[in-house]
């Protein structure tokens, strides 16, 4: 193929909507919505905020197949208030791998793909956001029991607050180049810390702090993928054939003391220092 | 004057008595076992260390050290119980002012050290160790998240400085692009955005509120109601389900359960 050729052939996945994303992550014809728009359950705290919602407060629930594994998708739309979730979009996502955990309890092996795009809590149902991720929180580990839950990060809005928590839960990430995940926003982060501490500003300052290929070559997630559906879909594939991990990462607590325990703290940190603190024991 | 909270660690120091500290911990973890009636339990506070090596981790905010650490004092609890029939209770005494927000912390993946705490507090209350939170102070955001809000049961004191809440008010009318007195304003009307413990209790996510005499430092009294309540909560939770659902059913919340129901339905 010619480069040309190449180029034509890609797909961009980040230029995807949170329902085609959903759709080209699964088998042809088996894409089924759960809640769809047209059932309107919309979150009823923003219209009296006046702030318009949308008929499917920006989550995407899709049950299908993939690869001919089940599978249940929960796309966030970061298109819609910064993919923030409230308490209709998190009840969803909270609800569906709550589903999956029990199908897996009765003998049906239903995995979790997550696509994530989202600045955590919706402020305006501030509470009802926090209590809805503490429950998708809650579910992503009752069902990694049984099955991977995969998250996926492609980007442009990234993984933040709460919702970063979640990504930290899965079984396995993948990310591409566009993706950021981090706990705290760059903004909230300036205005908390100083512009010395983070320059929200500074855009290949975060991403080399926070963007995908970093978190990638620091082992904080699994795939670094380029920005195709193929690919991306390929990949997502593979991690749910790898099953349930050894051990997932967020219950490796000594080996990530021991490694901040190794930390010169008396000097800013820098990209590098980090790669190197966190290689070694990737394969 | 401190610049921070001691209420997470004056309570740690009431319900833990004589009982010796738990060592091999970061300095801004104080976690102990002790007996309530009964019952074995685990008490863990996340207390300020203004000598951390972690600057933007020093007036008790949840950092790196915390949630790796945090993740570690349950998982140790959850390998000692392994075998036995009765699980000691973990109580997470939650006076947590926020996550750390600074540059090594999101270049060392805070987000991956707060998922290992919730991680571990809700592995402990799926294999059956009655997990409590009781809020003694503030309880915000991924701090919350972190330690304190995978509990089977929340018991929050009756105080004005016992909130819950995603986001700091000044930061929150920012973000909203709104001013503090509008954002106050909205507040008054739509319960998920107050500040104040009755509006989240309206939200059904308390299992109970008590009131005290002297928060900041409780008295004799004060110690025996909590830990009355303490015991009642871990007894509740004996024979109830392990997951979280014990928080859906208020009206406030009625969306939380339509959805539920519907995706059942559809599924």
């Known amino acids: ?283 | 004057m401190n610049s921070y909270s001691l209420r997470g660690l004056r309570w740690f120091e009431a319900l833990s008595g004589n009982a010796t500290p738990l060592e091999g911990l970061p300095a801004s973890l104080k976690v102990a076992d002790v007996t309530l009636g009964e019952q074995n339990v685990r008490l863990l506070a996340v207390v300020a260390d203004p000598d951390s090596r972690f600057p933007r981790a020093r007036n008790g905010e949840v950092g790196l050290l915390e949630g790796w650490g945090l993740a570690k004092a349950v998982d140790e609890a959850i390998d000692a119980d392994r075998d036995a029939p009765h699980k000691r209770a973990l109580i997470a005494i939650v006076d947590v002012p926020s996550q750390a927000y600074g540059r090594r912390e999101e270049a060392l993946g805070i987000h991956q050290a707060l998922a290992g705490a919730a991680d571990s507090y809700a592995r402990a209350r799926l294999a059956g160790h009655p997990v409590i939170g009781l809020l003694v102070g503030k309880a915000m955001s991924g701090a919350f998240l972190a330690h304190g809000y995978q509990a089977n049961r929340l018991i929050a004191l009756r105080d004005p400085g016992v909130m819950v809440h995603a986001m700091g008010k000044a930061s929150a009318a920012r973000v909203t692009l709104r001013s503090v007195e509008e954002l106050e304003a909205l507040a008054a009307s739509v319960p998920p955005m107050a500040y104040d413990i009755d509006s989240f209790a309206s939200l059904g996510l308390l299992w109970e509120t008590l009131s005290v005499e002297q928060i900041e430092q409780p008295n004799a009294a004060d110690l025996a109601r909590v830990r009355d309540c303490l015991q009642q909560a871990i007894n509740e939770v004996a024979d109830a389900p392990r997951d979280l659902s014990s928080r859906l059913g208020a009206t406030h919340r009625a969306a939380s359960s339509t959805v539920r129901q519907l995706l059942r339905a559809q599924w």
């Open chain 1, 1 to 283: 193929m010619t480069d040309s050729a190449a180029l034509l052939n890609k797909h961009s996945f980040v230029e995807l909507g949170a329902r085609q994303r959903a759709k080209a992550l699964l088998d042809n014809g088996s894409f089924r919505e759960l809640l769809d728009p047209f059932q309107r359950i919309m979150s009823p705290w923003l219209l009296r905020q006046g702030v318009v919602p949308q008929s499917d407060d920006g989550v995407v629930i899709a049950k299908g197949l993939l690869d001919g594994l089940p599978v249940v998708i929960a796309a966030i739309e970061g298109a819609f208030q910064g993919g923030s979730l409230g308490e209709v979009g998190g009840a969803k996502i909270a609800g569906a791998l709550e589903l999956a955990a029990e199908d897996n309890r009765k003998g049906i092996p239903t995995r979790a793909v997550l696509l994530l795009e989202t600045g955590g809590v919706r402020l305006q149902e501030a509470n009802l956001g926090l209590a809805a991720i503490a429950e998708i929180h809650s579910a992503i580990v009752d069902l990694r029991q049984y099955q991977p839950v995969i998250g996926v990060v492609a980007g442009s809005v990234g993984c933040f607050g709460g919702m970063s928590i979640a990504a930290g839960l899965c079984s396995y990430l993948l990310v591409t180049q566009e993706a950021r995940l981090g706990l705290n926003g760059p903004q909230v982060i300036e205005q908390e810390a100083g512009i010395d501490e983070y320059d929200s500003r500074d855009r290949p300052f975060i991403w080399s702090l926070t963007g995908g290929e970093q978190r990638f070559a620091t082992g904080l997630v699994d795939r670094y993928v380029a920005d195709d559906v193929a690919q991306i879909r390929e990949h997502v594939s593979q991690l749910l054939h790898l099953g349930v991990p050894a051990q997932h990462r967020s219950g490796q607590a000594e080996v990530f003391l021991q490694r901040l325990a190794r930390l010169d703290t008396e000097v800013q940190i820098e990209p590098a220092a980090v790669r190197q603190l966190y290689q070694g024991e990737r394969p």
